[in-house]
């Protein structure tokens, strides 16, 4: 028998019941077993968290590898993982096997890809890879270029009721490119592709998913103009959600200048206009779910010229300290920050983590809300390809509790 | 031509404190004139019959070119050696590249053969930049995929110094396939830099949509582009890029955007005729117009072209050899 866990002097905030006030939670059997003031049981092994947060092991809504050292020390406890790996995720059996790799430390919850080597042709056996525990349909790193396949996708998966990630980007208008057209694409000479190329994507994909009833996710909306469709769309009841990563707010094209290929991001960053308006759609709801797009990277596929150099960013361990930063500024509450990031992802794939409550399973996190650190990717748990290196930021995880094991503590 | 040091350098200012020269971005303007008037003083040496200087004589120069240029070498190559550097050159074909090698490894390599002085073409934007990060000589950026090539640029504004008398006031248009040209982004900026009036020339699909950032004002009519200007810079058009890519074809490319007698009657009546090269006659000039000396400066930038080089490589390797 395991001793239980109190948690005591910390302020609770459950998103998911809008809970949000200082009281002990306590650990029993791998479950919470009760959040409230009383006395702390007898036997109960004390954690004081005092001046901490204590909230919801972070749901991280598209990773592209389950990297569990930078996950615990970035408070998450579950990942969705895209099926964009090697070989990719069309198969029950590799969607099996990569539901059970991350276990116990780390719960791996993967997509399963839209179509066979996610080659945007033909269509994979989704029915057969949720029974194997994909909890939805992905297209990958791409969207899928044919209108047909994608309207058939749609309508498919709606009958499993299973969600479908998407990438949102015009194929043949983006081909080749690596950056947004604008000032800087022009005075680098970089091959780039108009900002709009992003919301044709995503007025074809809400129009198909608007046809089929299928319930579609659009795992990165980075434009005003995609967010305002998704805002229209969502308006008049298409089942249509959008998540973004921190880079699309806090970065700009700016961040390209000097060829810095850890700026190198798919979709590329936009202009100035584009990530304020991010910031205001993830305040207005119109983002529902904020995830790091964890992609890590090595020197031999970033150390290279802009253009050549492999998109993505490592993101895990600095998910939440990037996201507080709409609570600094005022843009928005603490629960509804964290929400983004716990129950909205485990509503849109009906994941049983993400909550604080009496009999949920005992994932959470302590973290300082306002411990000032700065990024530094080369101390990184994981890779450290990250386009903030050296930026201040504060919030700071203390402690990552999965399934009642103490698995990282600050 | 005798010419007195820009006020920022009399003033105190160093005329050239850059380790590489990467690109004209980042370049004060009295920093080209320097280049220039250094360049000045090669192309005398250049027309006699001694050309044969000591300036760089024990230094290596090591170009290499991973995108195949022939003129551009033959000038670097030419230009070291009549420094008395001892040049080596390095081709697409002959490169590690080819068996898989990394740009950073190539660069290691080529840094650990102690060069004083790289020379390097690359097709990728940026990329020339990045070996910069790596080694410990100058590095010249003799063009990187669409980004800058600096040395065209200042023999450009050379040529166009020595014909004109100044650049200053004067209306250049650069015509074509802008939107892949690293020659046109580094004359931009430099030619604005040195206070020309730019107009960017071309058909809509080969035009930066923000070419107006870098300075020129855009023209898809090549008349109403080419109405009083002192300068017409060609560029050329990539075989690859027309065949319906982004134009329909060689000839309609020619009827609407080519450099033929009637449409240069629209320009100033001394108007200078320019291209980089290598020309595609009959496709963006008209071969008499290219032929024609009173008008073409096409010979005289390849001249300029070695001037600026030895200009270029002489005050990059300054530092090392204390002769500043």
């Known amino acids: 028998m395991v001793r239980p866990i109190a948690i005591t002097g910390g302020r609770v905030v459950d998103p998911a019941s809008g809970f949000d006030a200082p009281a002990m939670v306590v650990i029993r059997d791998r479950v919470v077993a009760g959040i409230g003031n009383d006395a702390p049981p007898a036997d109960a092994e004390i954690i004081d ?63 399963v890809a839209a179509t066979r080597g996610l080659e945007g042709h033909e269509l994979a056996e989704i029915g057969l890879a949720r029974e194997a525990g994909a909890v939805g349909v992905a297209t990958g790193r791409h969207g899928i270029a044919s209108a047909a396949v994608m309207h058939r996708l749609l309508s498919y998966a709606s009958a499993f009721d299973m969600v479908v990630v998407t990438h949102a980007e015009d194929a043949a208008l983006t081909a080749g490119a690596v950056a947004t057209e ?111 797009g964890h992609d890590p990277r090595t020197q031999e596929d970033k150390r290279l010229p802009f253009a050549d150099a492999a998109p993505g960013m490592a993101g895990a361990e600095t998910l939440l300290a990037l996201s507080l930063s709409l609570v600094q500024t005022g843009a928005m509450t603490l629960g509804a920050v964290l929400r983004t990031m716990t129950d909205a992802p485990a509503r849109l794939f009906g994941l049983a983590g993400g909550v604080l409550a009496t009999g949920a399973p005992a994932d959470l996190m ?23 290196d050296g930026l201040p930021v504060q919030g700071r995880v203390q402690m990552t509790i999965k399934g009642g094991d103490v698995v990282w503590r600050g | 031509m005798d010419r007195s040091p820009h006020p920022a350098i009399a003033a105190g200012a160093h005329p050239f404190p850059h380790s590489h020269l990467l690109g004209i971005a980042g370049l004060q303007a009295w920093e080209m004139l320097f280049l220039l008037d250094e360049a000045e003083r090669w192309v005398g040496v250049n027309r006699s019959r001694q050309k044969h200087g000591e300036q760089l004589a024990g230094l290596t120069q090591i170009n290499a070119f991973f995108e195949n240029s022939t003129r551009t070498l033959l000038s670097f190559e030419i230009a070291g050696k009549r420094l008395g ?7 697409a074909s002959g490169s590690s590249m080819k068996k898989g090698e990394t740009l950073l490894d190539t660069a290691s390599t080529l840094n650990a053969m102690h060069p004083d002085m790289l020379v390097i073409r690359h097709g990728s934007s940026g990329a020339v930049q990045l070996i910069a990060e790596k080694v410990d000589c100058p590095v010249l950026n003799a063009g990187d995929g669409r980004h800058e090539h600096p040395t065209q640029a200042l023999l450009d504004a050379l040529t166009i110094r020595r014909r004109k008398g100044r650049i200053e006031g004067l209306t250049v248009a650069i015509c074509g396939d802008i939107l892949h040209s690293r020659v046109a982004r580094s004359n931009f900026q430099l030619l604005t830099a040195l206070g020309a009036r730019i107009r960017a020339v071309a058909p809509p699909t080969l035009l930066p949509p923000d070419v107006g950032h ?46 033929t007698e009637a449409r240069l009657s629209h320009a100033a009546s001394d108007v200078l005729v320019m291209h980089p090269g290598p020309m595609n006659r009959g496709v963006e000039i008209d071969g008499a117009i ?15 072209g070695v001037a600026v080089r030895m200009a270029c490589l002489d005050v990059l390797t300054r530092t090392r050899r204390g002769a500043w």
Not at chain 1, 222 to 234: I, K, N, P, Q, S
Not at chain 2, 85 to 91: F, K, P, Q
């Open chain 1, 49 to 111: 968290a005092t001046g901490l947060v204590i909230a919801p092991g972070l749901i991280d809504a598209g990773v592209f590898r389950a990297d569990a050292a930078a996950c615990h020390a970035g408070g998450i406890t579950r990942v969705v993982l895209m099926p964009d790996q090697r070989p990719p995720l069309d198969d029950p059996a590799l969607v099996s096997f990569a539901q059970q790799m991350g276990k116990p430390d780390v719960w791996v919850h993967p997509l």
């Open chain 1, 366 to 388: 302590l973290f300082d809300p306002g411990a000032p650190w700065r990024i530094d990717g080369a101390a990184f748990r994981g890779a450290g390809n990250t386009p903030f």
């Open chain 1, 182 to 292: 604008g000032d800087y694409a022009t005075r680098l000479g970089l091959p780039a592709a108009p900002a709009f190329a992003e919301a044709m994507a995503v007025a074809r994909d809400i129009r198909l998913a608007e046809a089929t009833g299928a319930r579609l996710h659009i795992r990165q909306v980075t434009t005003a103009e995609g967010l305002d469709l998704v805002r229209a769309a969502r308006a008049r009841g298409v089942r249509v959600t959008a998540g973004i990563t921190p880079a699309h707010w806090l970065l700009g094209e700016t961040a390209v200048a000097g060829f810095r290929s850890f700026a190198r991001l798919s979709p590329p960053l936009r202009a100035d206009a584009d990530r304020r308006a991010v910031a205001d759609a993830i305040a207005d709801g119109t983002i529902a779910v904020i995830a790091s």
């Open chain 2, 85 to 91: 550097a001892d040049v080596v050159n390095l081709g």
């Open chain 2, 214 to 259: 870098l300075g020129a004002e855009s023209f898809t009519d090549m008349d109403k582009g080419l109405a009083g200007a002192d300068v017409v810079m060609m560029l050329r058009l990539q075989t690859e890029r027309m065949d319906g890519a982004y134009v329909p074809s060689t000839r309609e490319y020619f009827r609407f955007y080519g450099l």
């Open chain 2, 290 to 304: 290219a032929d024609d000396i009173a008008r073409s400066a096409v010979t005289e930038q390849v001249e300029m």
